[in-house]
């Protein structure tokens, strides 16, 4: 039985073997082999988008993005294609079938799609068709383009920045300064007569949310990587400052009674969000929150602002965490050409990216859409907007292990705030080790 | 492996030889299948632990793979949780359903609408299954808590808690037995009614009948349960990630990916980290040593199974 | 959730003396019984239970902490309707999941009688053979077997999932031999004897003798592809023309999150016709044991 089954099995192994070697290579046309001419001069193509989004009303926005495009090329068949996931892009992309044009909500995986040479590098097309990248703030221009390849372009981003319910601030104003931020936490904060939390002026917990210990770094600068991508984080004194703060806070509240508020609290995208039922008098959220309070909590009466900084630093006051969706053309697309015709007027149309934003409530990305007078503003609007274009904006710089070097972090983060972590120096130091040893088994 | 050995040894000599190409020949689609669904994968696995493998580009880099295993501590947390499953999880859930289906054979009264009613949880779509089950076991808002409260007991806090967050999905598991208990329903409905006459004549009790009778002669399909059982928990893993998910009321938003195996790692199988290792940070070459010692973990429980059971399995050769 | 206690409920106590009191304990015993057979119902019930009040609540109540619809949202369900094109999804569920479960029979039933039955070399070795193919973590099978697929330009359809079921489906062969090594030899010697072939003695003594176990493979493996969702998602999650219903189910979402009382509505629907299914299914196979009469 052994024997005989050896020969048969290794005879598979050889055969699909060859058959995996071959998937994907006939040669697909790559991008910027011939130069594009006018717009009328390219051939009619039907080409395939995927996007992540869902919901109706987002995919009908993505509609009436494109119709401009199919107003402007009308030989070129755009069909969508909704709710893809990175996973599936890249299993497509590995099978030899991608799409011409795909889409991801996550900046997390560019460094990846750049170095595989699953995304096409768009440079020769951008330099071949004089696109100026330099309509892209400088932070999203560095979100969408690892070492020195640009193989995606921003769609549309999001940025953070501080919510507060004016009815529970009392009057105050919006902290600028971590101290302040302290202060007010501990002066809004009601509690019963058992000393359990019923209204927290600020959850410092990296667990609440959009708490996460990415978003709450831009609050010191904190820097994760060094320039040859190993962790930065043990490194550098912000981190221990950030962590300082935080840890003083929670230990006001008691980390049991923080907990414990936090599993009573409604789900973040309900309509039960602490924030919208003010259970929470400050919260660090992104510029989607206003569309939300405006469908699920229209009576809130709030306010946002940049988040505060180290009392030290204000040169970062005004800047905030930025991240996006980003799209691009997967290798092996049929049609690159028509395909980066679509990306370039998704992404560069003030029209289209002003029509995008309107409906989806994101910020447009090019700095003529963001001055645009079609798009649809007001004051907590604007504090987004505001903060996309300030130059002390951050975003997670591109790492081929970004989700991975987060969670490292996020979970270290999670042990110190229980203050089962007495030793913060050696514990980061710890952070770092995991980092950069998964960074040497990824070649990076 | 001697899980087959005929209880009363019948003659194997007796019999005539030659049925081995008829076997080759019945199960020759099943051979087929074996080489291209398994022995080819397996392959493949094998190839790619000694390279780094970012699903696109091939590179050999030796046993750097195994080497990164030593000291990847969250591969550690995730073994024992695995194990802590296989040892607790798979146990409560096969006695569980046998107890369950013993039930099910001396209902008189609705006994359709009571095995439909224990069958239907595995119906239940895992993702909505395990989301209603995180939200009944919610400590503050849940009814089981408030039900424990109504009798004086604090309940835990379920899938907030690492002690009780890998409890609580074996309850999930027993929830979902249902198909564990169809089976076993099956085998006892099976079990020869002369054979408990006879014992009862000779005055054993409900236990000795049940112990002497019913388990020897279902075994097989004890054993089916406990293997199966094995190879499911060392592969548990949607019902780990949406309990944690959802408990942990983190959704994946930029800058905020979820850490699996909220809380602290409790719920953090093998499986999960190995998807999270081989499709988000593409290191297929190291998902695929962690895959290997899934498969050597698997293969070394099973065998020992096999063993235990070979003691009273009748194959039905000596009969 | 102490049913564990069941079979000891039964207790072992010596027979009392009286047909009275034998007849009372006897009714005592009913009645524990069923006690303890509807309290474990209602605990097995709860999560559907859930499942139902969500899919009546309003998509922002859905999933807060009431438990109870502030208001009874029956549109829920037409609105599912409307969304979704649920019978085209029903159509590729039916065509996965029927073709999976009769090519699965067909392939699966021989070589669970040839490792139950036949004598040859290596026969532990092919047993323990088709054990190890569900032990491959399907994460990693998933990418070699995906480009073989692929090769053939079959992803994007649902033929990756049914036609591999030609050549027996690991579950279903190990539950099937366990199930067949229990049929005592007397039965399929005696029609030997009598001049029947091999593919004679399994159609007509052991198949009918094995009526609830295939019955059993069958229903398991009709409701395991009725429910994968991986699978599908694999392989047509970009063609929504071929989607099935249990991935369908995961479409009532928007960017940041899940409308749960509309997923939940889905759920039920999706549920129902497999729900009535088992309901007579399960009244056949019973009736199938008892039909054979068995090995007595």
């Known amino acids: 039985m052994r024997r005989r089954l050896a020969p048969l099995a290794a005879a598979g192994i050889a055969v699909l073997a060859l058959a995996a070697c071959t998937a994907g290579t006939e040669d697909a046309p790559r991008l910027g082999a011939k130069p594009s001419g006018a717009a009328s001069a390219l051939p009619a193509a039907t080409i395939e988008l995927w996007h992540g989004f869902s919901a109706d009303h987002e995919v009908k926005a993505f509609e009436d993005a494109v119709a401009g495009f199919r107003k402007k090329f009308p030989q070129i068949t755009v069909k969508l294609v909704k709710a893809v996931e990175d996973d599936k892009i890249i299993q497509a992309v590995r099978a030899g079938q991608p799409p011409d044009v795909a889409s991801s909500f996550s900046t997390d995986n560019v460094a990846q799609f750049c170095k595989t040479g699953m995304f096409q590098d768009l440079n020769p097309v951008i330099a071949q068709d004089g696109v100026d990248i330099g309509v892209l703030p400088q932070v999203v221009q560095n979100y969408t383009q690892f070492e020195g390849k640009r193989c995606v372009m921003p769609l549309l981003a999001d940025a953070y920045g501080l919510y507060y319910n004016k009815k529970l601030m009392k009057g105050h104003e919006p902290p600028k300064t971590l101290s302040e931020l302290t202060r007010l936490a501990k002066e809004l904060t009601v509690r019963d007569s058992e000393g359990n939390i019923e209204v927290a002026g600020f959850m410092p917990s990296t667990q609440y949310y959009e708490h996460s210990i990415s978003h709450l770094g831009t609050m010191v600068g904190g820097k994760w990587y060094n320039p040859d991508g190993t962790s930065a984080i043990g490194s550098d004194p912000a981190w221990k400052q950030l962590l300082t703060w935080q840890k003083e806070l929670i230990d006001w509240y008691g980390h049991d009674k923080l907990e414990k508020f936090r599993k009573g609290l409604g789900q973040e995208w309900s309509a039960d969000n602490p924030f919208h039922v003010g259970k929470v008098a400050m919260a660090i959220d992104g510029e989607w929150r206003n569309a939300m309070i405006a469908l699920d909590a229209k009576d809130l009466d709030y306010g946002t602002a940049p988040v505060p900084v180290a009392d030290d630093k204000p040169q970062l006051y005004g800047g905030g965490f930025i991240s996006g969706t980003i799209i691009g053309i997967p290798r092996g697309a049929k049609n690159p050409q028509a395909a980066w015709e679509l990306v370039k007027y998704l992404t560069t149309d003030t029209d289209g990216l002003v029509t995008l934003s309107n409906a989806l409530r994101n910020v447009p990305t090019t700095k003529a859409s963001l001055a645009s007078p079609a798009l649809k503003k007001d004051a907590n609007f604007q504090t987004a907007l505001d903060v996309f274009a300030h130059p002390a904006s951050f975003s997670l710089p591109a790492h081929i292990n970004s989700v991975y070097n987060q969670e490292a972090f996020a979970e270290f983060v999670v042990k110190w705030e229980s203050g089962a972590v007495t030793d913060l120096d050696a514990g980061l130091a710890e952070v770092d080790k995991t980092i950069n040893d998964k960074l040497k088994l990824a070649g990076g | ?319 | 959730m102490s049913v564990t206690a069941a079979p000891a409920a039964r207790g072992a106590r010596p027979a009392a003396p009286g047909v009275a009191s034998a007849r009372a304990r006897a009714a005592l015993y009913w009645i524990a019984r069923h006690a303890i057979a509807v309290a474990l119902a209602i605990m097995f019930l709860g999560p559907l239970a859930f499942v139902a009040l969500t899919a009546l609540m309003t998509d922002r109540q859905a999933l807060t902490a009431d438990l109870w619809p502030d208001s009874w949202n029956w549109g829920n369900f037409a609105e599912v309707f409307e969304r979704a094109p649920l019978l085209r999804w029903l159509g590729n569920t039916m065509l996965y999941a029927g073709l999976s479960t009769a090519f699965m029979l067909l392939s699966s039933i021989p070589v669970a009688y040839a490792l139950a039955r036949f004598r040859f070399r290596g026969r532990n070795l092919a047993f323990f053979g088709v054990i190890a193919m569900m032990m491959l973590p399907p994460q990693v099978v998933a990418v070699p077997i995906y480009l073989v697929w692929a090769r053939f330009e079959l992803t994007g359809t649902l033929w990756p999932l049914i036609l591999p079921m030609l050549l027996g489906d690991a579950f279903s062969i190990f539950l099937l031999r366990q199930f067949l090594v229990t049929i005592p030899r007397e039965y399929t010697d005696a029609a030997k004897v009598d001049g029947c072939s091999d593919l004679r003695v399994l159609l007509k003594v052991v198949l009918p003798m094995a009526r609830p176990a295939i019955a059993a493979v069958a229903l398991f493996g009709f409701f395991y592809c009725w429910n994968d969702y991986y699978g599908p998602l694999l392989y047509t999650s970009t063609a929504p023309e071929q989607w099935t219903l249990s991935l369908g189910l995961a479409s009532f979402r928007s960017l940041h999150s899940v409308q749960w009382n509309l997923t939940m509505a889905a759920t039920l629907l999706v549920m129902a016709p497999v729900i009535i299914v088992f309901f007579f299914a399960q009244r056949v196979f019973i009736e199938g044991v008892t039909l054979t009469g068995v090995k007595g």
């Open chain 2, 1 to 319: 492996m001697a899980i087959t050995v005929p209880p009363g040894g019948a003659p194997r000599a007796a019999r005539p030889r030659g049925e081995g190409r008829k076997a080759l020949l019945w199960a020759s689609p099943w051979l087929i299948g074996f080489g291209l669904f398994f022995a080819y994968p397996l392959a493949a696995t094998v190839y790619f632990s000694f390279h780094r493998y970012d699903l696109f580009s091939l590179e050999f880099i030796g046993l750097d793979n195994y080497r990164h295993l030593l000291g990847d501590d969250r591969a550690h947390t995730a073994m024992r949780n695995t194990l802590w499953l296989v040892a607790f999880m798979v146990p409560a859930q096969t006695v569980f359903a046998l107890g369950v289906a013993q039930l099910l054979t001396r209902l008189k009264a609705g006994a359709g609408f009571f095995r439909t009613v224990f069958y239907l949880p595995s119906l239940v779509p895992m993702v909505a299954g395990t989301v209603a089950f995180v939200f009944i076991l919610n400590p503050a808002t849940g009814p089981v808590n408030q039900a424990l409260a109504l009798l004086g007991v604090t309940g835990p806090d379920w899938f907030g808690d690492p002690a009780w967050a890998k409890p609580g999905l074996t309850l999930l598991a027993m929830w979902g037995a249902g198909n564990t208990v169809v089976i076993f329903l099956a085998a006892l409905l099976d079990v020869p009614r002369h054979l408990y006459e006879a014992a009862a004549i000779d005055g054993a009790g409900a236990w000795r009948q049940f112990r002497d009778i019913t388990l020897p002669t279902i075994s097989p399909v004890i054993m089916f349960s406990a293997v199966t059982g094995v190879i499911y928990a060392l592969q548990y893993f949607t019902q780990a990630m949406v309990a944690a998910r959802v408990a942990s009321g983190v959704t994946d938003s930029p800058g905020s990916s979820f850490v699996p195996g909220y809380p602290e790692g409790a719920t953090l199988t093998l499986p999960q980290w190995l998807f999270h290792q081989g499709f988000r940070d593409f290191t297929m070459g190291y998902a695929c040593v962690l895959a290997l010692v899934m498969f050597a973990a698997s293969t070394l429980l099973t065998l020992v199974l096999l063993r235990r059971f070979s003691a009273f399995t009748a194959d039905g050769e000596g009969s």
